[in-house]
Structures are given as C-alpha cells and as structure tokens.
C-alpha cells in the first residue's frame, strides 16, 4: 500500500495497513527549524541549512530524505506566499538565536534591538513598522499590536477588514497547478492542500503581520472576544464577508488543483487553550 492510498482509506474510514503519519505538512503539524536540525543530526542525515517553510513559527521543510527515513505518508502544498506576505523564493542564510542554521525567504527583513530581539516586517517592508517580533532566545516570532485602540462608535468591519483578505490572483493559481502536479505525478505520499484563509476569528491573524498598513477595527485579542458579546453585529458581518471571498477562492482553488490533492486544510483557528476553552 502506498502512503497515499493508505491516506485515502484512512480519510474514507476505511482500514489502513497502519497509521497514517504526517510531519511539516501543515501548519498545525509543523516542526521548527531548530527541533528538525537536530532531527536531521540524530539520524545522521547530511547537515545542511533548514529551509523556512513559515516564518512565524519558523517551521522547517522536511526534505524528502527525512520523510524517507521516518516513513512519513503526506506532504503539504504550500502557496507561493509565506505568512509575512513574502513570496518563498531566492533563499538566503539566516541562523536562528541557538545558532540552528536556515535558509529564509530572501524578501525577508530583520532587525534587531539593544536586548538582541529580532523584529520582521510585513511584505519585508522596513519603511512600515514592524509586525512581528522574537527575542532574543527565541524559537518563534510574535505578533506586535499596531492596531492599538479603537473607535465604537466608528466600527466598519468590511472596511476595518479590507486588506486582510484577497482573491487568489492568477500567478498564485498557475503556480498551485504546477506544484500540485509536481507532487501527485512525482511522489506517491498523499497530499494535503495547505488552503487557509477560512479561519474565522483566529486570533493569530486578528494582528494581520502581513499587511503593511496600520491595521484598523477590534485586533486585540481581549477586545474581540468581548466583541462577541458587545459587537455581534460587527462580527457577522466581518464573517459575511470572510465567507464570500472564501468560496470565491475555494472555486479558483479547485480549479487549480483539481483531484490532485486528498486533503485541504482551511483554518487553523484555536477555539481553546491548554487549560480551557476561549470562552465558556
């Protein structure tokens, strides 16, 4: 049986010959670069720069030899744009705080203040301010409130909201037929359609690190759970309009990447924490 159709019994709850094991094909279950790089030693693989598939947790690609080597069945199809807004292209060396070495996206922009905390930018943008922030033991990046406070009696969530959410352009949709190609004819490991964008209320991305505007609208995550119960109006309508562009992009998605793939991820939203739920 052949990791990907082991996937597809497993998702047709049908028995497998054995489990269904993923590592780095999604966000949610990623490895950090630091982790994988002593992975890659423990196995002795070769040693080599960890490739940053997100920036934000700094999570590491697993190259083929490691899914080989730790029989992994599914890898991701990740888009063109990591989490900072910065197209994943022209690699260049960047060493983590331990000193893990990596190879970041080469629109990626740093800096780093009198405590050794690194900042990054939106887009890798410095003339805005900063979006995201480590310090300086650090494994992962922060995001930093730019948003600050806001107006209630002046709450447009369409507008507040506007530069949060895009249709899927067309080189993004090309590149997506390319790559899922690549991996259906390629490998035989199931694969996962690393989507997103249907991930309401998320409070990861309430701060927007990758838009380079100052964010507008409720973005503290305090200040949108009460919203809940104080603005619900303002959230309905914010997931009315988050809705729309979803299944817009669901459909171009499709188009895309056709039967290729046998599993989309669409949100990574927490509706809990390790001690409880957000709200009860």
Avoid at 39 to 68: H, N, S, W, Y
Avoid at 242 to 260: C, F, M, P, T
Wanted: with cysteine; net charge negative.
């Amino acid at each position: 049986m052949t990791p990907r159709e082991r996937l597809i019994r497993t998702i047709n709850h049908q028995e497998p010959d054995r489990l269904v094991v993923d590592l780095g094909a999604t966000s949610q279950t990623g490895i950090n670069a630091s982790t994988l790089y002593q992975l890659r030693k423990a196995l002795g693989l070769e040693e080599r720069p960890v490739t940053i598939q997100e920036p934000a947790q700094l999570l590491g690609r697993v190259d083929e030899d490691l899914l080989q080597a730790l029989e992994i069945d599914v890898i991701g199809l990740w888009g063109p744009i990591n989490t900072l807004g910065v197209k994943n292209e022209n690699w260049k060396r960047w060493d983590m705080p331990d000193g893990t070495p990596t190879l970041m996206a080469g629109g990626m922009e740093f800096s780093t203040d009198e405590k050794g905390a690194i900042y990054t930018y939106p887009q890798g943008d410095k003339s805005v301010p900063p979006s995201m922030v480590m310090p300086a033991d650090g494994y992962f990046f922060d995001n930093i409130d730019r948003g600050g406070e806001f107006d209630e009696d002046d709450l447009d969530p369409i507008r507040d909201f506007a530069d949060d959410f895009s249709i899927i352009d067309d080189e993004t949709a090309k590149y997506l037929e390319r790559e899922s190609k690549r991996l259906y004819e390629e490998t035989n490991l199931g694969i996962v359609g690393m989507f997103g964008g249907a991930s309401f209320g998320d409070v990861f991305n309430l701060p927007a690190c990758w838009v380079k505007k100052k964010p507008q609208g409720i973005r503290k995550m305090e200040d949108w759970l009460m919203a809940h119960v104080l603005y619900p109006d303002y959230i309905y309508e914010l997931f009315d309009f988050q809705s729309e562009i979803i299944l817009r992009n669901l459909e171009i998605y499709r188009q895309a990447v056709g039967d290729r793939i046998q599993v989309i991820w669409i949100s990574g939203t927490d509706f809990g924490t390790q001690n409880g739920p957000f709200v009860s």
